[in-house]
Antibody, heavy 121, light 111 residues
């Protein structure tokens, strides 16, 4: 079964850090672009960051550039998002998503269940 | 403010058809055939229902169809069913600095 399972969310104070993980199974993980998408409470979807299969290309939304770092370990079939200098506006459900293809992030055919990140004092 | 513009809500009765529009610019929808649509039920992860403007993933009902004209993409749902009640989001690849843009979402109510 093709599956993505996120973990690592929680409550953190402004300025703090969190590391999200996404464990993949059921497909050739290293062949696909992977992306983190977030959704603030009651709001729409926002692409946060993407990484190519070989990790040679990464993309970030302007809102997180310089604060978040995406990475992957293909030997462990795991995607990561290191989040530093967290702000209240980073509060959201964070989903990891598999791209339909392996070139650029354009269509996400598999999603995890999401992990909640709450930034609050 | 989302990069792609969708109506906040649409509604229809069971059996009817509805269309949701998604308006972008010449940097995204207008110059790329990489438009996708997602269905999201409350508390659930989004589900891909249309990609590459018109393509349906395996297992998605043929009641869902996509199209594009100029800078506007559209999702049509025919034969509305109660389970179609959900939020719908469009997305498009973009040539601008933001690598993928989403619409603000449309809440579909089945009356």
């Amino acid at each position: 079964e093709v599956q993505l399972v996120e973990s690592g969310g929680g409550l953190v104070q402004p300025g703090g850090s969190l590391r999200l993980s996404c464990a993949a199974s059921g497909f050739n993980f290293n062949n696909y672009v992977m992306t983190w998408v977030r959704q603030a409470p009651g709001k729409g979807l926002e692409c946060v960051s993407s990484i190519s299969g070989s990790s040679d290309n990464t993309l970030y939304a302007d809102s997180v550039k310089g604060r978040f770092t995406i990475s992957r370990d293909n030997s462990k079939n795991t995607l990561y998002l290191q989040m530093n200098s967290l702000r209240v506006e980073d509060t959201a459900v964070y989903y990891c998503a598999k791209d339909l293809r392996g070139v650029t992030p354009d269509a996400f055919d598999i999603w995890g269940q999401g992990t909640m990140v709450t930034v609050s004092s | 403010q989302s990069a792609l513009t969708q109506p906040a809500s649409v509604s229809g009765s069971p059996g009817q058809s509805i269309t949701i529009s998604c308006t972008g610019t010449s940097d995204d929808i207008g110059s790329h055939n990489l438009v996708s649509w997602y269905q999201q039920h409350p508390g659930k992860a989004p589900k891909l229902i249309i990609h590459d403007v018109i393509e349906r993933p395996s297992g998605v009902s043929n009641r869902f169809s996509g199209s594009k004209s100029g800078n506007t993409a559209s999702l049509t749902i025919s034969g509305l069913q109660a389970d179609d009640e959900a939020d719908y989001y469009c997305s498009s690849y973009t040539s601008s600095s933001t690598f993928l843009v989403f619409g603000g979402g449309t809440k579909l109510t089945v009356l």
